[in-house]
């Protein structure tokens, strides 16, 4: 068991959550969270290099000068990928690099990370982070008195307009429902804000799957 204590904006303690890491998740694959965050990387991956082969260059495609009887070597046309100008000649194509694990194997790691997360006790929780309007300067203040100033990751039980205005414009800092988290998500900050709501969110579906 683990007992997480509930914070306030100010950061004075106002109670405690407690949650049952081994019916969380009973053990941590590490492979599974690094094929995860490969999966998600690689998915992030452009794929757009694109280099020149000898038919895509400018250039007469006519031979240079005759085979024989010039006393140089023999060559082909002013395209050749071993001349300056020329093509590649094992030129780079456009390339899609996503690709998918299984959608349980996703969702448990999802589970390991969050688990892996609050052992490590790199999981605040705050009772809400209710905003009237966008201000990123309060959610700043936040961030501040709950001691979170390495990169972290705010997340909410549902969509807020004003708390994801508020956060973007903190670089260190980055704000997801609980519906959108993935391990790559969850690993890459250093610490992680959670709305008491949203954890109770995540582990009432993380325990029920």
Sequence with gaps: MANLNILDKTGAKVGDFEID??????????????DAVVMYQANLRQGSSKSKTRSEVSGSRKKMYKQKGTGNARAGHK?????RGGGHIFAKTPKDWSY??????????TTMAM?????????????????E?????????????????????????????????????????????????????????????????????????????
């Design 133 to 209: 309007a966008p201000k990123t300067k309060e959610v700043a203040t936040i961030l501040a008195k709950l001691d979170l100033n390495k990169t972290v990751l705010v997340v909410v039980d549902k969509c807020d307009n004003n708390v994801t205005l508020s956060v973007r414009n903190i670089p260190t800092a980055k704000v997801l429902p609980v519906t959108d988290l993935n391990a790559w998500e969850i690993l890459r900050p250093y610490q992680v804000l959670m709305t008491k709501s949203a954890i109770e969110t995540f582990v009432k579906t993380r325990i029920a799957e």
């Design 100 to 109: 998918r694990l299984p959608r349980k194997a996703l969702k448990l790691a």
């Design 115 to 131: 688990a892996e997360k609050i052992r490590g006790e790199y999981v605040k929780l705050i009772d809400t982070i209710a905003l």
């Design 79 to 83: 395209r050749s990928g071993i001349r």
């Design 21 to 34: 890491l081994d019916a969380l998740a009973p053990k941590i694959s590490k492979q599974l969270l690094h």
